[in-house]
């Protein structure tokens, strides 16, 4: 299988997740952790359902995968998201040693791997990762938007 076609199939496993927050009346953002094309961690937002302001997506995949794994370096993984990570998200990333990121929609307020800085192409981190933008950006961003458009 390509890589394109691996994202795309990891991709609409985090949407399926991020449809799921939505429906939990949360921003639909989904995570997925990959390592040896195996899901180790999954992840939706549940900021107002846990009472966490911690609990995004990203976050709980890589808690997700580090509790199965009883290790909080995940090095050799790939973490999929539907959107852009925050500041937050970036550093834990990083600090999870995550080998590879790949998002599918930019996000204009919040995003700090592109949008509004480019945290992981800093040179002060002890740790560096590649990153993909664009695996089903329009669904993801489409979905946002529905989901945005219904609590105006």
Known sequence: MSQQSQ???WMREALDLARHAGEQGEVPVGAVLVKDDACIGRGWNQVIS?????AHAEICALRDAASAKKNYRLPGSTLYVTLEPCTM???????ARVQRLV??????????IC???????????????????????QESAELLRAFFKARR
Not at 105 to 112: F, I, K, L, Y
């Open 89 to 95: 998200c970036a550093g834990a990333i990083v600090h």
């Open 50 to 54: 846990a009472a966490d302001p911690t």
């Open 115 to 137: 949008s509004n800085d480019q945290l992981l192409d800093k040179s002060f981190y002890n740790h560096s990762l590649t990153w993909t933008e664009g695996p089903l950006a």
């Open 7 to 9: 994202d795309q199939h």
């Open 103 to 112: 998002f599918a929609t930019r996000e204009p307020r919040a995003g700090v």
